[in-house]
Nanobody, 117 residues
Framework: QVQLVESGGGLVQAGGSLRLSCVAS????????MNWFRQAPGKQRELVAS????????NYADSVTGRFTISRDNAKNTVYLQMNSLKPEDTAVYYC??????????WGQGTQVTVST
């Protein structure tokens, strides 16, 4: 079982930065690929960034490449999403997601990110 709690969302002006954190409880964090998804009003949930179990491989959606950085600290059971050069179109609820080596999926409750013009 994995429980995920996100934090770090908020209101920021375009061009600003935010860092999201997701703390996981349970023993499966170090055996889970970790992802950040987002969902804007009226749109489907989309994968923003993904990081491998070791942290050695990260992948990004085209829309955030070069602006967002995903990282993880397995000793702290925490995954981060550093978001720079934020744009109004980045406004969404951001969700932390874990996919374990046993192919189980877990979601956090989400954190709102709002980017103003």
């Amino acid at each position: 079982q994995v429980q995920l709690v996100e934090s770090g969302g908020g209101l920021v002006q375009a061009g600003g930065s935010l860092r999201l954190s997701c703390v996981a409880s349970g023993s499966m964090f170090s055996r889970s690929v970790m992802n950040w998804f987002r969902q804007a009003p009226g749109k489907q949930r989309e994968l923003v960034a993904s990081i491998s179990i070791s942290g050695g491989t990260a992948n990004y959606a085209d829309s955030v490449t070069g602006r967002f950085t995903i990282s993880r600290d397995n000793a702290k059971n925490t995954v981060y999403l550093q978001m720079n050069s934020l744009k109004p179109e980045d406004t969404a609820v951001y969700y932390c997601h874990a996919r374990t080596v046993l192919a189980s999926n877990y979601w956090g409750q989400g954190t709102q990110v709002t980017v103003s013009t």
